[in-house]
């Protein structure tokens, strides 16, 4: 069974910075992987995706500021997150899809997710 486990949130002061980590683990293989959050009362949107390891895509909100990357070796993605901002508090999800090539098509799995706050 496949899991995916996050790693790496916390809470940090306003232009402060994170690194997310999300771990594959069981009989795994993706073409993309993706960063997704939730704040409360709010849907969940996608934040930064990665299809095998270089074609990316971020939310205008993150652009410039969070860096998606990944270590096929590791079965691991990972989202830099620099410049936090309060509306970036969220709980972020980490997701995956074996086939698809397509951002906004479904991803297969996903993880529990990890608490960011971002305090001013």
């Known amino acids: 069974q496949v899991q995916l486990v996050e790693s790496g949130g916390g809470l940090v002061q306003t232009g402060g910075s994170l690194r997310l980590s999300c771990a594959a683990s069981g009989p795994y293989h993706s073409s993309k992987m993706a960063w997704f959050r939730q704040a409360p009362g709010k849907e969940r949107e996608f934040v930064a995706g990665?299809?095998?390891?270089?074609?990316?895509n971020y939310a205008d909100s993150v652009d410039g500021r969070f860096t998606i990357s990944r270590d096929l070796a590791k079965k691991a993605v990972y989202l830099q997150m620099n410049d936090l901002k309060s509306e970036d508090t969220a709980r972020y999800y980490c997701?995956?899809?074996?086939?698809?090539?397509?951002?906004?098509?479904?991803?297969?799995?996903w993880g529990q997710g990890t608490q960011v706050t971002v305090s001013s």
């Open positions: 997701a995956a899809d074996p086939t698809s090539l397509e951002f906004d098509e479904a991803y297969l799995y």
């Open positions: 990665i299809i095998w390891t270089s074609r990316t």
